[in-house]
């Protein structure tokens, strides 16, 4: 499985920002977005799943953040809108063939990571 995550970037707080997963390599269950920020855990964001479109997310983003996906280029997109210094980490996509949650450690792949960075 290859996953190439990019989309990231500076913005000010306020500013939306479109991050984008592009997986390949392996039929799929689901994709999820997480996040970490220096010094703490890894925080689940949103994911979905792609036999139905099903989403959920993370409390800390549910209403400013949209997650997507366009079956025909196996892509996987979150749409951050209203986003906030506190929204300021790392984000990776992460991709399995069974599992469909808001563990990170059940995720069997992941993408290099993508940093956002929001300034007040």
């Known amino acids: 499985v290859q996953l190439q995550a990019y989309g990231g970037g500076l913005v000010q707080a306020g500013n939306s920002l479109r991050l984008s997963c592009a997986a390949s390599g392996l039929p799929l269950r689901a994709t999820a977005w997480f996040r970490q920020a220096p010094g703490k855990e890894r925080e689940f964001v949103a994911a979905?799943?792609?036999?139905?479109?099903?989403?959920f997310y993370g409390d800390s983003v549910k209403g400013r953040f949209a997650i997507s996906r366009d079956n025909a280029k196996n892509t996987v997109y979150l749409q951050m809108n209203r986003l906030e210094p506190e929204d300021t980490a790392v984000y990776y996509c992460?991709?399995?063939?069974?599992?469909?949650?808001?563990?990170?450690?059940?995720?069997?792949?992941w993408g290099q990571g993508t940093q956002v960075t929001v300034s007040s």
């Open positions: 979905i799943r792609w036999s139905d479109g099903d989403r």
């Open positions: 992460a991709v399995d063939s069974v599992y469909y949650g808001i563990d990170y450690r059940s995720y069997s792949y």
